[in-house]
T-cell receptor
Framework: DAGVTQSPTHLIKTRGQQVTLRCSPK?????VSWYQQALGQGPQFIFQ???????QRGNFPDRFSGHQFPNYSSELNVNALLLGDSALYLC?????????????FGQGTRLTVV | RKEVEQDPGPFNVPEGATVAFNCTYS??????FFWYRQDCRKEPKLLMS???SGNEDGRFTAQLNRASQYISLLIRDSKLSDSATYLC????????????FGTGTSLTVIP
């Protein structure tokens, strides 16, 4: 059973460009959340997708957008990249709403903006 | 105020030492609690869930104090392989699971 998979693993972009990151959740999971982890910080919640809709959103600008597909996979899009967007982007999936469940993380995409 | 606060450390301890990490959370609606371990440049992985009655897994003991909104992790007989960042995580369930992370506490176990 594959866990959460993310692609690409590493990415270098230029300031002002746009980037798309991808995530496939763990089998049986229907909820996908995205996190940004800057160096030396804990993961910060960006947004969560469920049934192809954004259900919750953290304190991130509209430059950050996402999508969830019918097979539950998800994309994170960031427009007009800033140097400060350089971080590890983590995708986490969880099963259908169950109190107390843990989050399962992918290996992350390390984005560097130059 | 942050949802979850942790002492970032770093904690540098000798092998065999006992070390304790503490974490506080601000939202009394928090319902599930976890400690995750994150190795350098890797994704966080669940170390253990934290229950009100306290729970133990080998050398690791987790405690939850709901009245004080406080979570702890105790590592006994530290091993070199315990060197990592330990993240305190709370889940506020409002019909869906939303996880809030502390900044993490860095531990280095020294030979």
């Amino acid at each position: 059973d594959a866990g959460v998979t993310q692609s690409p693993t590493h990415l270098i972009k230029t300031r002002g460009q746009q980037v798309t990151l991808r995530c496939s959740p763990k089998s049986g999971h229907d909820t996908v959340s995205w996190y940004q982890q800057a160096l030396g910080q804990g993961p910060q919640f960006i947004f969560q997708y469920y049934e192809e809709e954004e259900r919750q959103r953290g304190n991130f600008p509209d430059r950050f957008s996402g999508h969830q597909f019918p097979n539950y996979s998800s994309e994170l899009n960031v427009n007009a990249l800033l140097l400060g967007d350089s971080a590890l982007y983590l995708c986490a999936s969880s099963p259908p709403d169950t109190l107390g469940t843990e989050a399962f993380f992918g290996q992350g995409t390390r984005l560097t903006v130059v | 105020r942050k949802e979850v606060e942790q002492d970032p450390g770093p904690f540098n301890v000798p092998e065999g030492a006992t070390v304790a990490f503490n974490c506080t959370y601000s939202n009394s609606a928090s319902q599930s609690f976890f400690w995750y371990r994150q190795d350098c440049r890797k994704e966080p992985k669940l170390l253990m869930s934290v229950y009100s009655s306290g729970n133990e897994d080998g050398r690791f003991t987790a405690q939850l104090n709901r009245a004080s909104q406080y979570i702890s992790l105790l590592i006994r007989d530290s091993k070199l392989s315990d060197s990592a960042t330990y993240l305190c995580v709370v889940n506020i369930y409002r019909g869906d699971n939303q996880f809030y992370f502390g900044t993490g506490t860095s531990l280095t176990v020294i030979p």
